[in-house]
């Protein structure tokens, strides 16, 4: 079935960087797109980045443009979020997410921004 785990999360202070990892099975990855997604304490889930199946196109919330990168690797099916810049209000739970798979949510990694 499918699955996707989140990786790489963790307690850095304002302006640091971390990479979150998604690792992808039970599906054929690298023909859809793929979408990081997270949710803070007690506010809704919301959309971070999306990527297409190629990678070539990418697409960023406003609140994290010029500060995030996504990107993948299809021979390792795996979706990446590198995160610079970071601020306290980017504290949430990460998610990575296919949309050709509406229930295929992961456990999430936990980014907390803080000094």
């Known amino acids: 079935q499918v699955q996707l785990v989140e990786s790489g999360g963790g307690l850095v202070q304002p302006g640091g960087s971390l990479r979150l990892s998604c690792a992808a099975s039970?599906?054929?990855?690298?023909?859809?797109?793929m979408s990081w997604y997270r949710q803070a304490p007690g506010k809704e889930r919301e959309f971070v980045a999306r990527i297409s199946s190629g990678g070539g196109n990418t697409n960023y919330a406003d609140s994290v443009k010029g500060r995030f990168t996504i990107s993948r690797d299809n021979a390792k099916n795996t979706v990446y979020l590198q995160m610079n810049g970071l601020k306290p209000e980017d504290t949430a739970v990460y998610y990575c997410y296919a949309a050709a798979f509406p229930t295929s949510w992961g456990r999430g990694t936990q980014v907390t921004v803080s000094s």
């Open positions: 039970g599906f054929t990855f690298s023909v859809y797109t």
